[in-house]
């Protein structure tokens, strides 16, 4: 909702099977009448900015590039942003020759009118499931002296990107870097891609050998053995034809559940976690798909269980967007360290290998609630990242908490469950 405008995205499946899928255009509705007042192209049409972007006229089948996700609107500028999805399909794109605008981008478009008032890619001709998961954070800011109306996007790929709201500028340089060509027939990734130089990393991200578990020489003989059976490599290696290691993957870095801005301080608060894909490509079968590479993706068991990586396997950070600094950064959990394996070796605590759930922050603490593996919800000092307080759960974590005061008592509410588990809201009242 943005002034009188209901702005409403899409859920398209992008799928592995068939080039051809709906197109994830936005469109914006009166809230009075209910009637479409405009549409946004996430796919443009012809004579449309962008449309040269999508070579063999693949904009008239190719689909996807949908805003799955939450967006953000300034009302005092009328705009509203948009974290756009990836195109169809996630790991393929010899279909789609050319940069593919504006799927992996953050448009921000005139609310009222839906006229495009800027936008910056973040994935060139996307392979790698790299779609933008969370909404972006509207921060206020001062960077050297300057105050800046800012908004930052947090990505998969473990990125902080800020930029001026108002103009798209960039609050910090991003550098356009080479990475590596795809080696898969038909396919032209792009050379480079966009890097911001600050803040630092929120996770490790790519696939390299010195990321491999390491606890004991054994184990890291094992892991070495796997891994040397697959393509693997910095971020943005290309899927590959017999496999291909694709870290963080397609679930892993910051996801739906976003990051918490705290406006007295600057400081900008990122749950992630730390998963990575498995995907091979291969021939497509003409009975079942009209794509000549069809990409299957899967999970790659470590040695004897663990994960393949180093850890934290899911961690919370703390940057200063005033500086464009990492303050701080802290696992989510106990992770695997009681693993038979791992036995007598008073590891610390490793992070959980599972999606969190949405960060809460609050006058002093930060509240994070996790699923599948741990089931907990947890609240830190918000200023050190020292964990204050655990609680178990009785299902996965679904949602951010929310609080709220009722009779001048403070509430944290947590939805829990879904899947197997029995739906339920958590309550906790604060001293």
Request: aromatic content about 10%; proline content about 10%.
């Amino acid at each position: 909702m943005a002034g009188d405008t209901v702005v409403v995205g899409s859920a398209i499946t992008e799928g592995r099977g068939r080039k051809e899928a709906p197109p994830g255009h936005v469109r914006g509705y009166d809230v009075r009448t209910g009637e479409m007042k405009w549409i946004f192209h996430t796919i443009p049409q012809p004579g449309e900015f962008g449309n040269e972007t999508w070579g063999n006229e693949s904009w008239k089948w190719s689909g996807g590039a949908n805003v799955w996700s939450n967006m953000s609107a300034d009302p005092e500028l009328g705009y509203i942003y948009l974290p756009v999805g990836s195109p169809v399909t996630d790991y393929y794109g010899g279909h789609r020759p050319g940069d593919n605008l504006f799927a992996n981008s953050l448009v921000c478009l005139d609310a009222e009118t839906g006229e495009r008032v800027w936008h910056f890619q973040f994935v060139h001709h996307a392979v790698w499931d790299y779609d933008l998961p969370a909404a972006p954070n509207l921060i206020d800011i001062t960077v050297d002296g300057r105050p800046i109306k800012a908004v930052a996007q947090i990505t998969k790929q473990g990125f902080t990107f800020v930029f001026d709201r108002a103009t798209g500028q960039p609050v910090w340089p991003i550098e356009e870097r080479p990475v590596p060509p795809s080696t898969v027939p038909g396919e032209r990734t792009s050379p480079t891609q966009p890097y911001p130089t600050k803040p630092p990393l929120y996770l490790t991200n790519g696939s390299l050998e010195e990321d491999l578990i390491d606890f004991t020489d054994e184990l890291r003989a094992e892991a070495l053995e796997i891994y040397r059976q697959h393509t693997a490599g910095p971020l943005y290696t290309p899927p590959a034809l017999g496999g291909n290691i694709v870290r963080p993957g397609w679930s892993g870095g910051a996801n739906w559940w976003g990051a918490a801005f705290d406006p007295e301080t600057g400081r900008l608060y990122v749950p992630s976690w730390a998963h990575f894909s498995f995907v091979v490509l291969e021939p497509g079968d003409p009975a079942n798909s009209d794509l000549a590479i069809r990409p299957q993706v899967s999970n790659l068991p470590g040695p004897r269980g663990l994960p393949l990586f180093k850890p934290p396997y899911s961690q919370l950070a703390a940057l200063d967007m005033n500086a464009g600094e990492k303050l701080w950064s802290v696992p989510l959990g106990d992770g695997p360290r009681d693993h038979e394996a791992l036995r007598g070796m008073d590891l610390p605590p490793l992070g959980s290998y599972e999606k969190g759930g949405g960060p809460l922050l609050t006058k002093t603490l930060l509240f994070i609630g996790q699923g599948i593996e741990s089931n907990r919800l947890r609240a830190f000092d918000k200023d050190t990242g020292y964990e204050l307080f655990e609680m178990e759960l009785p299902a996965r974590s679904s949602s951010a908490p929310i609080s709220y005061l009722a009779d001048g008592r403070q509430y944290i509410v947590l939805a829990v469950g879904g899947g197997v588990d029995r739906e339920q809201l958590i309550a906790l009242a604060l001293p």
